[in-house]
């Protein structure tokens, strides 16, 4: 769903990126109560994830496909401030490296696919969690729906933005009815990849999912037929120590795999927005990138005549560039949060 420069017009693009800038100052400042030792690391591997899962475009319709915007699944890993900071990570690396998404269209796309994703899908899946049993399938079922609605309103987002300030003069009701009508599909893919991979970093490590945390009482035992609650374990750092970094280089090699060789047999259709705007002559008036020259634009190594070695050499590139700089923004974000700052520290997961 990323938005080409000239789809919107200048002074209402301006106006998403004075509004997407507002927002993520806002998620700066609220990453440094959500980050720790534990999760500031994992965040820049969530952004690394997001890129790698991107690539691989999975057919929804004839002629039509569809890709993770990762808005829910970051915000439930990490925390929705962490969450657009981290989708925001991937729309720069996608644009200034890769020639997709507008640079002049950045703020649409940031308010579009980082902001209202995030906040839709957690406000949800926040929602689904006070009335659903607090164990692991609720956390997994409710990823599944946060993520399959995030899609649909975003979808709706760039309807809204579109009809303010589109450069071509189209019935706002058919763009709405396309727009929705694909996403919703492009969403329950949406859904699957978030619930997959929330459910697997649960089953390894709960407490490293954010939307996990605090859910459940401590341990109870039962004494003269009362019920009281167990001592704290012994904390095990090393272990923890060593669990994290695995599950860090698993994840790292997981989406080095995705993006260098699993990205080859993605859908080559266009996907959802593409295929409206082709449909709809939303794309009319759409301007060239003014990365279009980068030696990686459209996601592939300049020079390099094999489309598989190209593309598997542009998508390991990304991967790399995206941990490196996610992990680095995360890592300042982290050394600035103020001694006196909260921070959710809950680790009391045993059945969830």
């Not at 970094?245 to 259709?269: C, E, H, K, P």
């Not at 598989?308 to 974000?333: C, E, M, Q």
Request: proline share 5%.
């Amino acid at each position: 769903m990323h938005v080409p420069d000239g789809f919107i017009n200048a002074p209402v693009s301006a106006a998403a990126g004075v509004v997407a800038a507002g927002a993520v100052a806002v998620s700066l400042r609220g990453a440094r109560r959500e980050l720790d030792e534990r999760t500031a690391p994992l965040a820049g591997l969530v952004a690394a994830f997001i890129f790698a899962v991107q690539m691989l475009n999975f057919p929804v319709a004839a002629g039509t496909s569809g890709h993770l915007l990762g808005g829910a699944l970051a915000a439930i890993l990490v925390g929705p401030y962490t969450g657009v900071l981290c989708v925001t990570v991937v729309l720069l690396m996608q644009g200034i490296l890769f020639a997709d998404g507008g640079l002049t269209a950045l703020g649409v796309n940031v308010l579009d696919m980082g902001i209202t994703t995030t906040v839709v899908a957690y406000a949800l899946f926040r929602g689904l969690l006070g009335v659903l049993p607090k164990t692991r399938r609720s956390v997994t079922a409710a990823s599944f729906v946060a993520a399959l609605v995030s899609v649909p309103a975003a979808a709706c987002a760039f309807t809204l933005i579109y009809w303010i300030g589109g450069t071509t003069d189209i019935p706002i009701g058919k763009v709405f009815t396309a727009m929705v009508g694909v996403h919703v599909l492009i969403g329950i893919g949406e859904a699957v990849i978030t619930a997959l991979t929330v459910g697997a970093v649960i089953a390894v490590r709960p407490d490293l999912v954010h939307g996990a945390r605090g859910l459940t009482s401590s341990l109870k035992l039962r004494i003269d037929g009362e019920l009281v609650d167990a001592p704290a374990p012994a904390p095990a750092a090393p272990a923890a120590a060593r669990s994290h970094r695995g599950i860090w280089a698993a994840g790292l090699v997981t989406a080095l795999v995705l993006a260098g060789f699993v990205s080859y047999y993605a859908s080559s259709d266009p996907d959802g927005l593409e295929k409206v705007a082709a449909d709809q002559g939303i794309d009319k008036k759409a301007e060239e990138h003014a990365a279009k020259d980068s030696p990686l634009a459209d996601y592939g190594v300049k020079d390099v005549s094999d489309a598989r070695i190209s593309g598997g050499l542009a998508g390991v590139i990304g991967v790399a560039a995206t941990v490196v700089v996610g992990s680095g923004v995360f890592y300042v974000v982290r050394r600035r949060r103020t001694p006196d700052a909260p921070t959710d520290t809950t680790r009391d997961t045993e059945s969830v």
